[in-house]
């Protein structure tokens, strides 16, 4: 058994600078490079690198980025047999401007990862008795996340969407096909129409979204840490302190370790401490792919945090 990441495969183009752009502005860079990228890609890294069995279901193109993305993902772990090679068009891209304080901008172009259609959901279907959690994001076209959220759920396999990039208007049939949803607070913030800037605001967004039909709701708040609402209770994780360098990746990072402890069957508080762990060493590196942990490093870092400082359940 294992986890299946539908979704997409991009390659990340890097810019260094010591602060984000204004409109307009043309300033000096200090830095470039080049590394694989895109939310599912990350999140079937994120997940094989902590051991857990994974399947990515996507698109590259018939390009050199293509041959070295699925070449990266064979690298860490990930079976890539059911990623398609699309000759009618380029390999996804993601153009992102990090500052020195770790922010970031990013642009994205689909590429093949807009081609995803119902071929790419017949793939899927054909993993799911295999599956324990299908993962989701928005970096593909919506009919194909529902489509895929459907078979998930007709085959009584767990759905975790990640609603980024952030979207006011998906669909309302989504909603109840998915079992946690995990965006940040500007994401929240879109899906609920309200900002989501702390404790108070997340469990007022986790309510609506529990409301719609979602089963659970974790909204990441970056520094403030992890609300997580579901019909039974509600939590805060705080965050874990570290030196941010780069936040790109580290939501997928969050994603891939939730998935992971639940896989093992570790409860559902352990695990959205997992993914804040995750997510927090994720943004001490650069890069994307290149930023996600491996078990050994999660290990050790968890344990030696928990030690130090153990989230308290509220």
């Known amino acids: ?18 602060r984000l752009p204004v409109g307009g502005e043309t300033l000096l860079g200090e830095d470039f490079f080049q590394v694989s990228g895109g939310k599912g890609a990350n999140q079937a890294v994120a997940l094989a690198r902590l051991g857990i069995p994974t399947q990515m279901v996507g698109r590259v193109g018939a390009d050199n980025f293509g041959v070295e993305l699925l070449k990266n993902l064979q690298a860490s772990g990930v079976q890539t047999n059911n990623v398609f090679v699309d000759e009618t068009v380029s390999s996804g891209v993601a153009i992102i401007t990090v500052s020195q304080a770790g922010e970031n901008q990013i642009v994205v172009i689909p590429g093949a990862n807009g081609r995803v259609n119902q071929e790419d959901v017949q793939r899927l279907s054909s993993l799911l008795p295999e599956a324990t959690a299908v993962l989701l994001q928005l970096e593909i076209p919506i009919p194909a996340v529902v489509a895929a959220a459907k078979a998930a759920r007709s085959a009584n396999i767990k759905v975790i969407l990640d609603p980024a990039p952030a979207q006011s208007n998906l669909p309302a049939e989504l ?13 929240a913030g879109q899906l609920v129409g309200f900002a989501v800037d702390g404790e108070e605001t997340a469990a007022k967004a986790g309510e609506i979204l529990l409301q719609r039909g979602v089963k659970c709701a974790i909204v990441k708040l970056g520094a403030k840490g992890v609300f997580c609402a579901t019909a039974q209770e509600n939590f805060l994780v705080p965050a874990f302190p570290v030196h941010v360098v780069d936040t790109v990746a580290a939501g997928d990072a969050f994603n891939g370790a939730l998935a992971a402890a639940l896989f093992q069957g570790i409860s559902l508080h352990q695990a959205v401490i997992w993914g804040a762990a995750a997510g927090a060493l994720a943004a001490t590196k650069p890069g994307a792919q290149t930023s996600l942990p491996n078990k050994l490093t999660f290990d050790a870092f968890l344990q030696e945090k928990l030690t130090s400082y153990p989230p308290k359940h509220t």
């Open 1 to 18: 058994m294992g986890i299946i990441v539908f979704g997409s495969i991009n390659m990340d183009l890097v810019a260094t600078a010591p």
């Open 175 to 187: 909603y109840p096909l998915i079992d946690i949803i995990t965006p940040n607070e500007v994401e």
